[in-house]
């Protein structure tokens, strides 16, 4: 796999994004999250949960112009998500704080 | 992994719809059909699987064919559902508002047994009383009940009187009136109380001394119930500490109901996403939480619901005039004041559009606790999947027709955000940003993620019929919508793009888009095409 996230598990289990959903990951078994990018690689671990998430686009009702813009892990600091983005056109990577303590 | 997505489009005279429950006078309860077996939280539609049997109010069944598509969000299906049953009504029951009322949810159901899995399907009629039921068969050829949730289910018809009522004081009518602006199906919940107990009979809200959630807990729904009752909610994350991951990997609630009635739920309930409403107890109380880490905690909230003693002043009883009502919605639209009533007149309810009237003769007060319910029906979607906009013929130095359409997810994601719309080509039209009598593509928007502007209070709207060109040819929006763009350029990135509001309630759905162009004066040819494109983040 080029890109995407991998999930090492507790019991050493690795997990794939292009073998398996985000939502059958057991979250509470993660030990480390990684976001890999044609041989690029940013790794989480010891944290509390973590999270995925994709930024997409689409011309209207034309499915085959799906693409993904953007990968991101990340995750938890109580109300706090700490997300790390990577272009998918790029490569390029950039930081995110994104607070939901008070909305 | 890929979102599967669609756009679906409404005609622009679409509206909504108020309804007393059928000529019942907004009194009494709906019946209902709860899917109780576990389904998890995908839901597989096939062609074997399509039809859903549906009796209302005991009147002649009938099949609706339902969305296909592999590991579809439930409260897509649930909205795919209400929207079919809708569309059964006009064909088949003359718009009766037993079927162009009744409304399908994905909820955490607070029925008494023990149910593995809480979060279900719900198809109430848009009926109001004991005559008001919902069957949903069991059996036939390509039956969508199992994969649904109904091989298991409880059905109960409607009562004459809400909350344990055993009469009501006031003996008048009650009237709807104005229009209903919101884009999604709704229900509003008006309790006549002066407030005095708290907001929406609803107290202040204490956080347990363990527990370290540090996201916003919301409060919603109004409380109607003959005593008092003590909700304390405990959290457990043995699966998970955070929403959104699928059900066996969140956190899940339950609860314990103390004071003037047993109303504990000792089934926990999965909080599947955040954002999203999910009842605690049967009496009206509803919560909601943002995305942010749980713990295991025992309380985590305590919640205190006061029954309504008074509609002014001291007093249990008062006359149209004095007397006053709290009103709350099933979506969250909360009045957070009470409101007087008006001898002769109308007055607010929710902030969409619609008022109430309490009409009397002597002797016809408002008694604290009489409730009465407004079923609202969402405009109904014109076509799903579509694949173009054709604006038609349009001549030179003229604005087309508008089109209305809203995007969603349909599967492959739990929420969506950060919703941008943009022109990603403007194809073979020569005249566009050219500074030469340019042609224009336009963009407005309004809807449940971001409702009006308006300097004018209540600012709930989320759809408005009728829109003209002229609402949408400048940057600065009419008071009934959220923006504005007289022409959209052509940009290459999420950043550039249009905002466009987003809600989890009733699926993964965009708000709604008006488009439309204004041909330049030079424009030449025929069968132009422009390319739009939508950016939006998922996980």
Known sequence: ?103 | MAAITRWVQYAITASGIANDGRGNGCVGTRGYSIATADIGDTIDIGPTTNLLHLSIDGGAGTYITLYSGTGLDPRFVARDITEKIHQEAEDSFGGDAQWAQAICTWENTTITGTITDRNGFVIRSGTLGSSSSVTVATSGTNSAHTVLGFASKSEAGGAELPDGKGAYTFTGTVDIGGSYYGFFDEVYKVVACNGSQGTNNIGTVTKGGSNTYGGTMTKGGIFNWAGNITYVISINTDNGTTMGNGTGNVPRMNWTGSGGGADSQSDWVELLYPDYWYYVGKHGLMVKFTDAVFNTVNPAWTIPCYKPDYVEGTNATAAIGTAKYMWSSDRGDDCQTAVATVSGGYTALGTRGLTIQFTGGAGSDLGAGDCYYVICSAPRPSDYNITSLNYGNVTVSTESDLKSVMFEVESGAVSIDTVKFSLQSDGSFSHHDAGNSDTYFRFGTVGPGNTNTGSTSPRGKEWWPNLLASDIDSDSPPSYLYATEDNLSVVATADAGEPVGDCPLKGMTSDPMWLNIKLGASETGANSTINYRLYFDYN
């Open chain 1, 1 to 103: 796999m080029r890109r995407g996230w991998e999930v090492e598990l507790s019991n050493g289990v690795i997990l794939r994004e292009s073998d398996l959903d985000w939502k059958k990951v057991p979250k509470n078994q993660i030990v480390r999250l990684s976001l890999l990018y044609d041989g690029r690689i940013w790794n989480l671990s010891g944290k509390e949960a973590y999270f995925v998430k994709y930024r997409a686009s689409v011309v209207p009702g034309i499915a085959e112009s799906f693409r993904v813009e953007r990968r991101t892990i990340g995750f938890y600091e109580g109300a706090k998500k700490i997300c790390y983005h990577v272009e998918e056109s790029t490569g390029k990577f950039s930081m995110e704080v994104i607070d939901n303590s008070g909305d």
